[in-house]
């Protein structure tokens, strides 16, 4: 096999549009700051609609969303990419079901945020995301397995954070209620002991940040951008 020159090429699994660009333009921005003036990794990005995702979400058909995922998988192999990403936490709990046939290795985004947790020297935070990433054991598993700690958001918050992303957020609607809602969370971890929060959504970053939170933020769709770019560019 010939030695592969420059940066590899990224390919992006895309589930809803607003956390898919949000972590291409991060790898096509800060590629620059590598790579030199507007230059950044080769990235394609293939997209099932985001309906089809809810659809089998709705009904735990996680066999389904692996399939989706593998599809995807396959079209950008074929487009030239060398390894893969997925700019959304939840549908990360399929991965498991179809790693071993995809016919690229993946970055898992769990792993960059914790990871980065350890790095940054945080021992307790919080976790944000949907109904069915909360509710997973996917980001739980991956934090103690590291001696880490995890606070998760009581029934009530699971379920306004819940319709918060799937009604607004992925639909790129930013409403200032929904910012003050987050912060009341995230304030509340604060007090559970928690040093930090991870943004286990890829599109929470849209609307909550340092700047705005008072607990330091992982952000996970920034971090796994960043890793990609690492792993592109060698």
Request: overall charge negative; glycine content about 8%.
């Amino acid at each position: 096999m010939p030695l592969h020159i420059g940066p590899l090429h990224i390919g992006i699994v895309a589930c809803s549009s607003e956390g898919a660009a949000l972590c291409y333009r991060t790898i096509c921005l800060e590629g620059a700051t590598q790579l030199g003036t507007h230059a950044h990794p080769e990235v394609s990005m293939y997209t099932h609609s985001l309906a089809d995702y809810v659809r089998c979400l709705d009904a735990g058909d996680w066999p389904g969303v692996g399939a989706l995922m593998l599809a995807s998988a396959n079209k950008l192999a074929k487009a030239g990419a060398n390894f893969l990403i997925c700019p959304d936490n939840t549908i990360h709990h399929a991965l498991a079901l179809i790693e071993a046939c995809s016919p690229l290795p993946w970055l898992h985004i769990a792993e960059v945020v914790a990871e980065q947790a350890v790095a940054q020297g945080f021992r307790r935070f919080g976790l944000l995301g949907t109904q069915w990433l909360v509710e997973s054991e996917m980001y739980p598993d991956r934090i103690m397995a590291r001696g880490l700690d995890l606070v998760r958001p009581d029934s009530n918050e699971r379920a306004e954070i819940n319709r918060i992303i799937m009604h607004e957020l992925v639909r790129g609607v930013i409403e200032p209620a929904s910012i003050g809602f987050f912060q009341r969370v995230i304030g509340r971890m604060q007090d559970a002991g928690c040093d930090a929060v991870v943004l286990g959504c890829t599109e929470i970053p849209l609307i909550i940040n340092d700047a705005n939170s008072v607990l330091p933020t992982l952000d996970s769709t920034r971090l796994l951008a960043r890793a990609a770019l690492t792993r592109a560019i060698g």
